[in-house]
């Protein structure tokens, strides 16, 4: 990766290295980006409309995107 490629550092490729100031403010500003956790949560899509249903192939066709990644779950709902 590119964390291997900068000045000699060898073993901080994911640390957020320098948060904030010396003696003043002596804390943290709000809004410091940091890690954190993102998706894993459920998304509900509404007004899709269904183009086309295959019963003997279980498909049906959608216009619009769905959120997730390919080949996960989707629950249709009237």
């Known amino acids: 990766g590119v ?3 900068t000045h000699g550092q060898h073993n901080r490729l994911r640390a957020p290295g320098s948060l904030g100031a010396s003696s ?8 410091m980006r940091m890690a954190g956790h993102m998706g894993n949560a459920r998304v509900k899509v509404q007004n899709l409309e269904v183009v086309k249903v295959f019963p003997e192939q279980n ?3 959608v216009k619009g995107s769905i ?3 390919k080949g996960s779950f989707v629950i249709v709902d009237k």
């Open 3 to 5: 964390g291997m490629q």
């Open 24 to 31: 003043w403010p002596s804390r943290v500003f709000k809004g």
């Open 59 to 61: 498909l049906i066709v």
């Open 67 to 69: 959120p997730g990644a």
